[in-house]
Structure formats: structure tokens, C-alpha cells
């Protein structure tokens, strides 16, 4: 019997999307910026912030909808039985689309809630403040995505090791979003008793 290997040029091809979707960002959006200069630029100085925003979104979810999609083993059954035109959702299609749910409604959830507390201004500063993190975070789990896919490594000591640094993304991610000089934690500043 012949083994048929496993293809994983899809996963090149969307990594070398998402890098041309950053090299668009960083030379189009952000007016020829380095990377550098794209991480340490301040708020006042930044120009397209929500569309850079929806691009590190977009590609964060597609780059984290690939890693974690090699460890589910299945498609639920309720949901490979939805076809469309003879098409059904495969494990990085259920991945995708849960992910990129979840990613939405989070958003929809963050707004509602500057926007509820009378601080949209804090709203805008905390998408600019939080597309810089998850920008690192994209690339870092790029890197992940090709020792994952194309290194020939032991899955399940992987996914404890990928499991870990993603654990301490999220702990960091908290540290960050407290600690930053934007002060997007701090729903009431010398702004917000300037406008009421």
C-alpha cells in the first residue's frame, strides 16, 4: 500500500498571504513604516488605525484558525452535515468560522462596552493599542504554523509546549492592556469630567 504524504501547501499559501497583507499594511497604511517604527508609533501620530486594525484581525484569525485547526479531530457531526452546493466545512473551516465568531462578538462586546461607560475616545486608542499586541502575537504563531505543519515534531509534546506560550500570550496580553501608556483600562480620566 502507498502512503499518500500529507499536503500542507495551503498552510504556505496562507502564511505568504498574510505576510503580503502586513507588507501591504506596513508600506500602504502606514505610509512605508518598519516594523519598528509600526510598534512604538504613538496614538496621535498613527493614520488608519482601523483599517490596520481589521487587517492584523483578519490575519491573526486566519494564522490562529490554521495552528489550532491541526489539533481538532473532528468536525461535529451537526455541523458537517450543513452542506452548501455540495461543500462541507473541513477541520480549518469549522476553525475558521468559530474562531473568527468568537473574534467578532468579542469586538462587538469591547465597543458596546465603551461605548456604554460614555468613552468611544478610550474605544479607538484600545483597538490601536491592542492591534500592535496582536500583531507580535500573529507572527509569533506564523513561526508556530511552520515548526507545526513542517517539522516533524511529537504533537502532543507540541501542544503542551504551543499551549503553554499561548497561555502566557493571554497573561501578557492582560499585563500589556493594564500597563500601557494609553490607559485603556481607566474608564475615567481628566477627559471624560472635561466632556461631562
Known amino acids: 500500500m502507498v502512503r499518500i504524504t ?17 507588507i501591504f499594511m506596513l508600506l500602504s497604511l502606514q505610509r512605508d513604516s518598519s516594523v519598528k517604527e509600526f510598534l512604538l508609533q504613538k496614538f496621535a501620530d498613527a493614520s488608519n488605525n482601523f483599517l490596520s486594525w481589521l487587517i492584523i484581525s483578519f490575519v491573526f484569525v486566519l494564522v490562529f484558525s490554521t495552528f489550532v485547526s491541526q489539533y481538532i479531530p473532528i468536525v461535529p457531526k451537526k ?7 455540495g ?12 474562531v473568527l465568531g468568537f473574534y467578532f462578538i468579542k469586538n462587538i462586546l469591547s465597543y458596546l462596552f465603551y461605548a ?3 468613552t468611544v475616545k478610550k474605544w479607538e486608542i484600545f483597538y490601536f493599542t491592542a492591534s500592535k499586541f496582536y500583531f507580535v502575537f500573529s507572527v509569533v504563531l506564523m513561526i508556530f504554523c511552520l515548526i507545526n505543519y513542517f517539522y516533524n515534531i511529537d504533537k502532543i509534546i507540541a501542544f503542551d509546549f504551543f499551549a503553554g506560550i499561548i497561555l502566557l500570550f493571554f497573561v501578557f496580553k492582560q499585563m500589556f492592556y493594564i500597563f500601557n501608556k494609553n490607559n485603556i483600562c481607566l474608564l475615567y480620566t481628566s477627559d471624560a469630567a472635561d466632556d461631562g
Open 6 to 22: 500529507q499536503q500542507n501547501d495551503w498552510v504556505v499559501f496562507i502564511l505568504v498571504g498574510c505576510i503580503f497583507l502586513y
Open 79 to 85: 455541523i458537517s452535515d450543513i452542506q452548501v452546493l
Open 87 to 98: 461543500f462541507e466545512l473541513n477541520k480549518f473551516g469549522f476553525t475558521f468560522i468559530t
Open 116 to 118: 456604554g461607560t460614555g
